[in-house]
């Protein structure tokens, strides 16, 4: 007799990752990988439920923030180091809210982009 068996969902036990939160204006999204770069886990203000301009309310970034490293906790994430880029509201609240959860944070780091007089600002509009 064939008959379809369930597979069993292995339980990864990763110790150290990578925290990726990339804060918008309009939104911020925090990912969490291994240290090769696979992912493990991610969310957004979006995927919570917040719509519009809810989105970028610092609360709603700690509120993804919180449930990303939730999932990576049970994945085995204690310990992780934090890449920030943006200048969103949602910032700091990510932070923290990753180290409420229970994950030990190593190190933080701003990778926010820096224009070193690249490109020419728009003109003046006309009246």
Not at 69 to 74: I, L, M, Q, S
Not at 107 to 126: L, M, Q, Y
Request: hydrophobic share 35%.
């Amino acid at each position: 007799m064939a008959y379809n068996r369930r597979k069993r969902k292995v339980k990864k036990n990763i110790p150290e990752a990578v925290v990726h939160i990339h804060a918008n204006y309009n939104n911020t999204i925090v990912t969490i990988a291994e240290k090769n770069g696979n992912v493990i886990t991610w969310a957004s203000a979006g995927t919570i439920g917040y719509k519009g301009s809810k989105k970028k309310t610092p609360y709603a970034a700690g509120m993804s923030a919180e449930a990303c490293a939730k999932a990576a906790a049970d994945a085995g994430v204690k310990i992780a180091d934090v890449h920030v880029k943006g200048l969103g509201n949602g910032r700091e609240n990510a932070i923290r809210s990753i180290q409420g959860a229970g994950i030990e944070v190593r190190s933080i780091v701003d990778d926010t982009p820096v224009p070193h007089n690249g490109c020419r600002p728009p003109k003046r509009p006309r009246n």
